[in-house]
């Protein structure tokens, strides 16, 4: 089982940035596929970013194409996100999670394993 924390969210004035990371605890952390999603009030959990095993083919949602970054480090067993030009509509809980679908799974059906989540905030 796979078991994934994350950290780095906060309060961040709008085009500001801040950087995601989510540590796994798996036995075999370069066997899964990452992703990021996020949740924000009243709204469904939306795909923002997957990221292949290998880290060599990347995916993301229209909205933060050009503004985030999705990125792994398997030796470290962790996975990163970083925001940049944050937009207050970015501000939503962001949950880390993994998959053995492959990197271009979106809907978060495909994810059998999740993290916490962490707060994202993004003021005008």
């Known amino acids: 089982q796979v078991q994934l924390v994350e950290s780095g969210g906060g309060l961040v004035q709008a085009g500001g940035s801040l950087r995601l990371s989510c540590a796994a605890s798996?036995?075999?952390?370069?066997?899964?596929?990452m992703g990021w999603f996020r949740q924000a009030p009243g709204k469904e959990r939306e795909f923002v970013a997957t990221?292949?095993?290998?880290?060599?083919?990347?995916y993301y949602a229209d909205s933060v194409k050009g503004r985030f970054t999705i990125s792994r480090d398997n030796a470290k067993k962790t996975v990163y996100l970083q925001m940049n030009s944050l937009k207050p509509e970015d501000t939503a809980v962001y949950y880390c999670?993994?998959?053995?679908?492959?990197?271009?799974?979106?809907?978060?059906?495909?994810?059998?394993?999740w993290g916490q989540g962490t707060q994202v905030t993004v003021s005008s």
């Open positions: 990221i292949s095993r290998s880290g060599s083919s990347t």
């Open positions: 999670a993994a998959t053995t679908v492959g990197a271009g799974a979106s809907a978060a059906r495909w994810f059998g394993y």
């Open positions: 798996a036995r075999t952390f370069n066997a899964y596929g």
